[in-house]
Nanobody, 123 residues
Framework: QVQLVESGGRLVQTGDSLTISCTASVHTVSNYHMAWFRQTPGNEREFVALTDTIGITRYADSVKGRFTISRDEAKGTVSLQMNNLDIGDTAVYYC?????????????????WGQGTQVTVSS
């Protein structure tokens, strides 16, 4: 059974940095493609970043150069380092996992989800 637990979300100010984490299991992080999505009220979940099982990473254009996704297979965690945060980054951030061929940026391709962690950026 795949269980994903996000943590680290909080209120920060514009320009701040924040790292959020997803705790899974060693087996999950080693064998699943892992991704971060985010969602604001009334909107669909938006792809943020992914790291697949062979080390490929991909980012949404809106976060490229500011966010970094990393996985620690020994600890069973996936982290998202977010720098130079903007008000537009305010959202609930979700960790997701999937198996299959190739990276996927659609939320519909992921069947395992965490409960989310709230990141709020204020001016």
């Amino acid at each position: 059974q795949v269980q994903l637990v996000e943590s680290g979300g909080r209120l920060v100010q514009t320009g701040d940095s924040l790292t959020i984490s997803c705790t899974a299991s060693v087996h999950t992080v080693s064998n699943y493609h892992m991704a971060w999505f985010r969602q604001t009220p009334g909107n669909e979940r938006e792809f943020v970043a992914l790291t697949d099982t062979i080390g490929i990473t991909r980012y949404a254009d809106s976060v490229k150069g500011r966010f970094t996704i990393s996985r620690d297979e020994a600890k069973g965690t996936v982290s998202l380092q977010m720098n130079n945060l903007d008000i537009g980054d305010t959202a609930v951030y979700y960790c997701a996992a999937r198996q299959g061929v190739g990276p996927a940026i659609s939320a519909n391709d992921y069947i395992h989800w965490g409960q989310g962690t709230q990141v709020t950026v204020s001016s």
